[in-house]
């Protein structure tokens, strides 16, 4: 599943570890994981609302159809 390494703060690791066994998630890995996948979709979303934003506004200003 991870075949790239990344290089983190050992207090951050060590952070996400700790959260990761409390909330359950079966590996540090796996928490890890879940949040960037998380993070990166709002993201998505949100560039995908500001996109709709723009041709709005560029639409009422008759620059397109």
Known sequence: MFGDKI?????????CR???KK????????FIAH???KEVKKSEV?????????AKR???LGYID
Not at 8 to 15: H, I
């Open 46 to 54: 949100k560039s995908k609302e500001e996109t709709k934003e723009v």
């Open 58 to 60: 560029l639409r009422g």
């Open 18 to 20: 700790e959260h990761a």
């Open 35 to 37: 949040t960037l996948e």
């Open 23 to 30: 909330s359950g998630y079966s590996s540090v890995e796996e």
């Open 7 to 15: 290089k983190l703060d050992k207090d951050l690791l060590e952070r």
